[in-house]
């Protein structure tokens, strides 16, 4: 158990309306990410943090922001939600072996 | 850009058979990793192979990296209901980045 909680699991917003989703870690971890997960597209990289307020671009951030102000919090933002970005949101850390990667259990965000 | 591709997307067979889900990139990878996600929950990591034509096996599972290190593939024997799930293969890039595959939706029939 990596000790990686989202909250919250699931959200309905209506579109245009700003979106914080949190990923919380209990075990000091450097490197934390964000990724969404689409049906036939698999995970996809949205940003990612390698330290406290140092955080860089994945392959999907049009429309996404994150911070990392405590090593342990590492939040997703949607400036203004479009029905695009319904998806299921998952945080991950990485592990001891630099390419592995540790779960939470997801955020199912969908918006109207 | 890398690329993972995944085959078959979606597999359904009966319970005793066997299966083959490949995992193939035009790009070598510093190692590869197979994940297993089950309905609401996030992916949980099987194996990580690193070594070209590496086998590794975990019970009925048997993961092999090929020896370019390109490609990889699993092979599940006598496959059991609770094996059903979406497996998802995952490549590490030179820069430690994760490049995945699209999964493979699996489902073992009773």
């Known amino acids: 158990d990596a000790g990686i909680t989202q909250s919250p699991r699931h959200k309905v917003t209506e579109t245009g309306t700003p979106v914080t989703l949190r990923c919380h870690q209990t075990?000091?971890?450097?490197?934390m990410y964000w990724y969404r997960q689409d049906p036939g597209h698999g995970l996809r990289l949205i940003h990612y943090?390698?330290?406290?307020?140092?955080?860089d671009k994945g392959e999907v951030s049009d429309g996404y922001s994150v911070s990392r102000s405590k090593t342990e919090d590492f939040l997703l933002t949607l400036e203004s939600a479009t029905s695009s970005q319904t998806s299921v949101y998952f945080c991950?850390?990485?592990?001891?072996?630099?390419?592995?990667?540790?779960f939470g259990q997801g955020t199912r965000l969908t918006v109207v | 850009t890398q690329l993972l591709e995944q085959s078959p997307q979606f597999l359904s067979i009966q319970e005793g058979e066997n299966l083959t889900v490949y995992c193939n990139s035009s790009?070598?990878?510093?190692?590869l990793q197979w994940y297993r996600q089950e309905p609401g929950e996030g992916p949980v990591l099987l194996v990580t192979?690193?070594?070209g034509g590496e086998v590794k096996k975990l019970k009925r599972l048997t993961f092999q990296f090929g020896d370019a290190r390109k490609d990889s593939s699993l092979h599940i024997t006598a496959a059991q209901p609770g094996d059903t799930g979406l497996y998802l293969c995952?490549?590490?890039?030179?820069?430690?980045?994760?490049?995945w595959g699209a999964g493979t939706k699996l489902i073992i029939k009773p």
């Open positions: 995952a490549g590490a890039s030179s820069n430690y980045q994760l490049i």
């Open positions: 790009s070598v990878f510093s190692s």
């Open positions: 192979v690193v070594t």
């Open positions: 075990e000091n971890h450097r490197y």
């Open positions: 943090s390698y330290g406290v307020k140092d955080t």
């Open positions: 991950a850390i990485k592990g001891q072996r630099d390419t592995e990667a540790f």
